[in-house]
């Protein structure tokens, strides 16, 4: 089993910075990359961005791309993602999941989130 911690969320003004932190623990060598989720009130869970563990290649969605930057620090087990120029569609409950080679979130061991609210 993995267990997966997120942390770092919290309320900032539009326009303002935030990193959150996402730390894996027990048999992470199941698994191959680590990726942030959010869920604003009412809408579907989206895919914020991902990274894998050997060579750190990444991946945003459009709506966050050039404003976010997703890292790893392989030695700590941890995965951040710093989060600049923030806006108020960004609010949302923050997820991070890690997972197999094959990126199968399904499948994947979830946070229970860390809560992001931007204000205007």
């Known amino acids: 089993q993995v267990q997966v911690v997120e942390s770092g969320g919290g309320s900032v003004q539009a326009g303002g910075s935030l990193r959150l932190s996402c730390t894996a623990s027990?048999?992470?060598?199941?698994?191959?990359?680590t990726g942030w989720f959010r869920q604003a009130p009412g809408k579907d869970r989206e895919f914020v961005a991902r990274?894998?563990?050997?060579?750190?290649?990444?991946h945003y969605a459009d709506s966050v791309k050039g404003r976010f930057s997703i890292s790893r620090d392989n030695a700590k087990n941890t995965v951040y993602l710093q989060m600049n120029s923030l806006k108020s569609a960004d609010t949302a409950v923050y997820f991070c999941?890690?997972?197999?080679?094959?990126?199968?979130?399904?499948?994947?061991?979830w946070g229970q989130g860390t809560q992001v609210t931007v204000s205007s």
């Open positions: 027990g048999r992470t060598s199941s698994t191959s990359g």
């Open positions: 999941a890690a997972v197999n080679q094959y990126w199968d979130w399904a499948r994947g061991y």
């Open positions: 990274i894998t563990w050997s060579s750190g290649s990444t």
